[in-house]
């Protein structure tokens, strides 16, 4: 990935992602003027195959950094989404794209997704059927129902059929694997930021006379919140190493897995360190731990893929180093080679 | 502010390795028992460590010159992974091998380069390493040891503690003063080695908990050491120890202590008819722990291959890794006996005590847990 693209992403989102644009996003359920910087940006079609790289490890930096600026709307999912259509070689639909974690059907045949991250914003909605089929659809003819949780673009979709024009794609795509990958890796720029504005903050704030982080218990308190962001960033990037779009799932669960189980204790650090002020709604530490904690369960938490692993390795014949080198880290190709 | 570990990856060269050490292993460990291969880089057997050492898999990353393999750390990294994944005992050449050896042909002078490194890489010479005393764990810097100046060379006198396997060790290579006094901190210690043969030293062995004996007191009693004693530079003791503890806390040992009990446990619920749901997430949940933090001590080797003393980051990395190797037994010691009318197998069981009984050591050894999260907060800018 070439410094400079990230370097003009990052400037991007301090520009058009001011803490104050996130809660009027968050507020309104709008993804307005901000979406319309992100569209001219071009940044949207990274993974199309003959406009961008196409694979994941280009836009693992960028999705970073959005999780970092608790960007508001599904970039990180839009740009996923459009470098599957373009490899399929099907039109893009206008606007922000969302993933279903899941589909059911309910009385009268309708389609439900329930808790579709970012939905509340969304135009079109990528999804598997009960039956299969994989379609990207758009949401003119949808009910779109937000959570109510506060803060929240979390929302209930339901088509009560799904429209002629939806886009079928590969049945075999693996949208929910996807989800937890893209999940996991805002997450982990989440824990990031989460870090350097606890690190801050304890250097700021001074009681019995001089900074809170210079005393031992804070200080080993913030070793562990940095232990927790760098291995959920070394779990989402371990995704990301080899090429194409769609990542193998059950390296996604790692993400998923380690990411929920970061962000656990990362944010029960962050918000003991910071005291009241971090409970506020004026303190921007609240956009990142909502985030966080609300990332725990998008796509399946980490008792979900704590099963899926387990059920993984326990089927396996061999011990767990090899079943790694096989079958979860990056290099396993390579690997083969030099084996075979 | 601390960078992240970038991912790395290793070079097909280095992969080549693995699989003649899988088939060395298959016949070199065949019949040993779970409970014996649980100490892994805790057990001890010299043979091993020569047999290794006749495949030139002991110095690894040393020059050919000496002895060596003329490998880089990602070939080392195979090599260690692949030994530590079956419990491998590697506890004779283990300290040469990774800190002794390095140390010697970064600051040794060529007669010290040409004398010891032929014979470390042979698999004669074990070292161990001397650094906590009676009154001086972890504030290190307050140790009382002293090497003073004579006509013929130096005298050495003090007490060593917790030296590991100083009892069967040949040469220890020891953190001691060679001036000024505690109150002087890092200023005036210097490393010497320190041939565990000479008149006056005395070796006592500390039995621990699991039955082993593997730490020692080290009495030296006016031991008279030649001039080149000294390791390096005199006075610069402190800065050469602290070059060697990103290859002491980076390696893969720091995060596969426990992985003989967990495959254990795993082959053991293999042959249930039925597994608990409970274990099945608890197997993943492991697995998923364990995938990052391998890929994350892969990242430290990269950055030691390519010239860095990732000091800050290995404290990380073991601190998570250690975390991870007690959490093992912690975790399967309440699995086991979640289903109180099915015994666990006898060789498991004993397994899974000796490793609960060690366990506490994994992040006492090479710098305690508050020492290591103390190095991060001032890495991350506090204090």
């Known amino acids: 990935m070439d410094a400079l693209l990230v370097e003009s992403f990052e400037r991007l989102?301090?520009?058009?992602?001011?803490?104050?644009?996130?809660?009027?996003?968050?507020?309104?359920?709008?993804?307005?003027?901000?979406?319309?910087?992100?569209?001219?940006?071009?940044?949207?079609?990274?993974?199309?195959?003959?406009?961008?790289?196409?694979?994941?490890?280009?836009?693992?930096?960028?999705?970073?950094?959005?999780?970092a600026h608790t960007l508001p709307v599904p970039l990180a999912?839009?740009?996923?989404?459009?470098?599957?259509?373009?490899?399929?070689?099907?039109?893009?639909?206008?606007?922000?794209?969302a993933i279903a974690p899941a589909a059911r059907r309910v009385e009268g045949g309708a389609l439900r997704c329930a808790g579709v991250p970012f939905g509340a914003l969304a135009q079109a909605l990528l999804l598997r059927t009960p039956e299969g089929e994989v379609v990207c659809a758009p949401l003119t003819a949808a009910t779109v129902q937000r959570s109510g949780v506060h803060g929240s673009l979390q929302a209930d979709i339901v088509f009560a059929s799904l429209p002629a024009d939806a886009l079928r794609l590969p049945t075999d795509t693996d949208l929910q694997a996807a989800g937890a990958l893209i999940t996991a890796t805002l997450m982990a720029g989440g824990l990031q930021r989460l870090l350097a504005m606890t690190v801050q903050y304890a250097n700021d704030r001074a009681q019995f006379g001089k900074a809170i982080g210079?005393?031992?218990?804070?200080?080993?308190?913030?070793?562990?919140?940095?232990?927790?962001?760098?291995?959920?960033?070394?779990?989402?990037?371990?995704?990301?190493?080899?090429?194409?779009?769609?990542?193998?799932?059950?390296?996604?669960?790692?993400?998923?897995?380690?990411?929920?189980?970061?962000?656990?204790?990362?944010?029960?650090?962050?918000?003991?360190?910071?005291?009241?002020?971090?409970?506020?709604a004026e303190y921007d530490l609240q956009l990142v731990t909502r985030r966080l904690q609300e990332g725990r369960g998008d796509f399946g938490s980490a008792g979900y893929w704590h099963g899926e692993l387990g059920r993984a390795l326990l089927a396996a014949d061999e011990p767990t180093v090899p079943f790694l080198l096989h079958t979860l880290l990056p290099g396993a190709a390579a690997r083969a080679e030099s084996a075979g | 502010m601390l960078d992240a570990l970038p991912l790395s990856a290793l070079p097909a060269s280095a992969e080549a390795l693995r699989p003649a050490v899988r088939a060395f292993l298959d016949e070199a460990l065949a019949g040993r028992p779970t409970d014996r291969l649980a100490r892994s880089w805790m057990g001890f057997d010299a043979e091993f460590s020569r047999a290794l050492a006749a495949r030139g898999w002991v110095g690894l990353t040393l020059p050919r010159d000496y002895g060596g393999g003329g490998q880089d750390a990602f070939h080392r990294f195979v090599l260690a992974e692949e030994l530590l994944a079956r419990g491998a005992p590697v506890s004779a050449h283990w300290i040469a091998d990774r800190q002794s050896g390095p140390l010697i042909l970064k600051y040794g002078t060529e007669a010290q380069r040409r004398f010891f490194l032929p014979k470390i890489c042979s698999g004669e010479l074990f070292?161990?390493?001397?650094?906590?005393?009676?009154?001086?764990?972890?504030?290190?810097?307050?140790?009382?040891?002293?090497?003073?100046?004579?006509?013929?060379?130096?005298?050495?006198?003090?007490?060593?503690?917790?030296?590991?396997?100083?009892?069967?060790?040949?040469?220890?290579?020891?953190?001691?003063?060679?001036?000024?006094?505690?109150?002087?901190?890092?200023?005036?210690?210097?490393?010497?080695?320190?041939?565990?043969?000479?008149?006056?030293?005395?070796?006592?062995t500390i039995g621990d908990l699991a039955g082993d004996a593997h730490f020692n007191e080290v009495f030296f009693d006016e031991v008279q050491l030649p001039e080149d004693a000294i390791i390096g530079a005199e006075g610069e003791g402190w800065a050469q120890v602290t070059a060697e503890l990103a290859y002491e806390r980076s390696g893969p040992e720091r995060i596969y202590g426990s992985i003989v009990l967990f495959d254990a446990w795993l082959a053991h619920l293999r042959c249930l008819p039925q597994v608990r749901e409970a274990d099945v997430a608890l197997a993943g949940r492991l697995l998923a722990h364990l995938a990052p933090l391998r890929e994350m001590s892969l990242a430290l080797t990269a950055q030691l291959a390519a010239g860095a003393s990732p000091v800050i980051e290995a404290a990380l990395v073991k601190?998570?890794?250690?975390?991870?190797?007690?959490?093992?037994?912690?975790?399967?010691?309440?699995?086991?006996?979640?289903?109180?009318?099915?015994?666990?197998?006898?060789?498991?069981?004993?397994?899974?005590?000796?490793?609960?009984?060690?366990?506490?050591?994994?992040?006492?050894?090479?710098?305690?847990?508050?020492?290591?999260?103390?190095?991060?907060?001032r890495g991350l800018g506090l204090r």
């Open chain 1, 13 to 67: 989102l301090q520009g058009a992602c001011s803490p104050a644009t996130v809660r009027t996003v968050e507020r309104e359920g709008k993804a307005g003027a901000l979406w319309a910087e992100i569209e001219a940006s071009g940044y949207l079609h990274l993974l199309v195959p003959d406009e961008g790289g196409g694979a994941l490890r280009d836009s693992f930096p960028l999705w970073l950094a959005c999780g």
């Open chain 1, 77 to 97: 999912q839009t740009m996923w989404a459009r470098g599957l259509l373009a490899a399929g070689g099907l039109a893009m639909p206008a606007g922000p794209i």
């Open chain 1, 214 to 280: 210079k005393f031992q218990a804070v200080q080993q308190q913030l070793a562990v919140l940095a232990e927790q962001a760098f291995a959920a960033r070394m779990a989402a990037e371990l995704v990301c190493a080899e090429a194409g779009v769609l990542p193998q799932r059950l390296r996604a669960a790692v993400a998923k897995a380690r990411a929920a189980e970061a962000a656990e204790k990362a944010v029960a650090i962050a918000h003991a360190v910071h005291g009241a002020i971090g409970v506020t």
């Open chain 2, 127 to 204: 070292f161990c390493i001397g650094m906590s005393e009676p009154q001086s764990g972890s504030d290190l810097a307050g140790l009382r040891t002293r090497a003073t100046r004579t006509a013929e060379g130096w005298v050495l006198k003090g007490q060593k503690l917790w030296t590991t396997n100083a009892h069967r060790a040949h040469y220890m290579i020891a953190l001691v003063r060679t001036h000024g006094g505690p109150e002087d901190r890092h200023a005036g210690l210097s490393q010497v080695i320190v041939d565990l043969s000479l008149p006056g030293v005395t070796v006592r």
């Open chain 2, 319 to 377: 601190d998570l890794g250690t975390e991870f190797e007690q959490a093992v037994p912690n975790l399967l010691a309440d699995a086991l006996y979640a289903a109180p009318d099915d015994a666990p197998p006898e060789m498991l069981l004993r397994t899974l005590h000796y490793v609960l009984q060690v366990c506490p050591t994994f992040s006492l050894r090479g710098g305690t847990r508050e020492i290591l999260r103390g190095v991060i907060a």
